[in-house]
């Protein structure tokens, strides 16, 4: 009796679905591989994960299986042998499926596998679901990087986001129908030309503006232009109103690729504070002769900025200033542009809380840069070692912002 009993005992043991592993252990993807609904021959793949992606092992089985959570939170199961504690450069792989865009692909932008955004105001959450609120809007023809595919075309798509549980917080998913091959500019122009479904031309439409934000100048202004036309044509005068600054915008910055000088090459960058210029070179010294109440913070930041250790912070009501004792360099990192109080001087152009967007981009247009889609109204200029931006609001100057680079 004893012995059919440990018989029995040792049958269970061999045949135990589950080892006795820890659960919840996060693994990398080594070799691209599918996943499945089941484990062994029984399962069906749910879709496809590229070298590098991520997974947290639940259960680990007897038959050289896994229970996994995919990257968007799904219970799958997937070959043990394809997970591991870190990525090595002897590992055996095989090459990603065409499903992601590789490093070698004629339209890739990333050294890694990645997809590209294929409509227009893509929604991008937080969490696992489609109905929790939106983080983000993603632009046609954006690129992110991409480990894990789903075969379902509504199951979600990590799109942003760390593997490790710090960055769990940043993490951004998106559906899995809106992210493909990059799309080409000139097929979807021409294809909403030869188009007269009122439904489809608006589809384009909004791609085709987004995408020309991607393309070289001459097509953004050329899709911002077929944009603006069918939003009269839809009798949106409101909108068709506003994209008349962008393509002002476009035209008057056309040559700021061209054109690599710095406005900061020929006359550095100077202040006025309430009418009074202060030195091209000015020290601590000529700030406290501001007639200005302040606030003095000694190792303000308390680091060094790309080298500057910033020893004082001078913060008025309106901007700040650093000095830095041992570079002996002074300088005002902030501006927040209240009337005519404190001006910014910029190749002979004075910036200041009554100064136009438009007289703005007119004036420095051939230096400025921007991200309109995701920051609009929002300007940078790069110089030798630094860098500026200047942000406006309802068409006036609000904030000047100047910062090392290292």
């Given at each position: ?9 040792l049958l ?5 679905i589950?080892t006795?592993?820890?659960q919840s252990r996060p693994?990398?993807?080594?070799s ?5 609904d089941l484990?062994?021959a029984?399962g ?6 590229a ?22 939170g799904?219970k ?11 990525l090595?450069?002897?590992d ?6 065409e ?8 339209d890739?932008e990333y050294?890694?596998p990645h997809l590209?955004v294929?409509?227009?105001g893509?929604k991008?959450r937080?969490?696992f ?15 992110y ?7 379902d075309e509504?199951?979600?798509v990590?799109v942003e ?6 960055d769990?917080?940043?993490i951004?998913?998106?559906?899995r129908?809106?992210l ?5 500019f000139?097929?979807v122009?021409?294809?909403?030309r030869?188009?007269?479904d009122p ?5 384009l ?7 020309s ?15 603006r ?9 409101e909108?068709?109103n506003q994209l008349?600054?962008?393509?002002f915008l476009?035209?008057a910055?056309?040559d700021?690729d061209?054109?690599h000088?710095?406005p900061f090459e ?7 504070v ?10 601590d010294?000529?700030i406290?002769a ?5 606030k003095i913070i ?7 900025e790309?080298?500057i250790e910033v020893t004082?912070?001078y913060?008025?009501?309106h901007?700040?200033v650093y000095?830095?004792?041992?570079d002996?360099t ?11 109080e404190?001006?910014?001087i910029?190749?002979?152009f004075t910036?200041?809380?009554n ?10 247009g ?11 109204h ?10 500026l ?6 068409g ?9 680079y290292?």
């Open positions: 009796m004893v012995t059919l009993l440990r018989s029995l005992l269970v043991s061999c045949c135990s589950y006795a592993q820890a693994y990398f993807i080594i691209t591989t599918e996943v499945y484990p062994g029984k069906n793949p749910i879709g496809v994960y070298r590098g992606g991520t997974v947290t092992e639940q259960k680990r089985l007897n038959n050289g299986w896994s229970e996994v959570l995919v990257e968007n799904e799958a199961f997937i070959p043990s042998k394809f997970l591991a504690t870190s090595n450069a002897r055996i792989y095989e090459k990603d499926p499903a992601f865009v590789r490093p070698e692909d004629k890739a050294g890694s590209f294929t409509a227009a893509v991008a937080a969490i679901s489609t109905d929790k609120p939106v983080v983000k809007i993603l632009r046609t023809n954006e690129p990087s991409v480990t894990y595919l789903p075969y509504n199951k979600l990590k986001g760390g593997i490790f549980a710090e769990k917080a940043s951004l998913f998106t559906q129908k809106f493909g091959r990059k799309l080409n000139d097929t122009l021409q294809t909403f030869n188009t007269k439904g489809l031309r608006k589809v439409a909004e791609r085709i503006y987004e995408m934000w991607r393309e070289k100048k001459e097509k953004n202004l050329q899709g911002v232009q077929t944009f036309t069918f939003v009269k044509e839809s009798g949106n005068t909108l068709y008349a600054f962008e393509e476009l035209k910055t056309q700021a061209k054109d000088s710095s020929k006359s550095p960058i100077r202040f006025s309430q009418n009074k210029m202060l030195p091209a070179n000015f020290t010294k000529d406290l501001i007639p200005l109440s302040r000694t190792n303000g930041n308390d680091y060094p790309c080298g004082k912070e913060r008025f009501d901007f700040t000095h830095s004792n041992t002996s002074t300088y005002i990192p902030e501006i927040r542009f209240k009337n005519a404190v001006s910014v910029i190749d002979g910036i200041d809380g100064t136009t967007e438009e007289a703005f981009v007119k004036h420095l051939k230096y400025i840069h921007y991200y309109w889609l995701r920051e609009p929002v300007y940078y200029i790069s110089g030798d070692g630094a860098a931006s200047l942000t406006f609001k309802n006036k100057a609000v904030l000047y912002s100047y910062w090392f290292c």
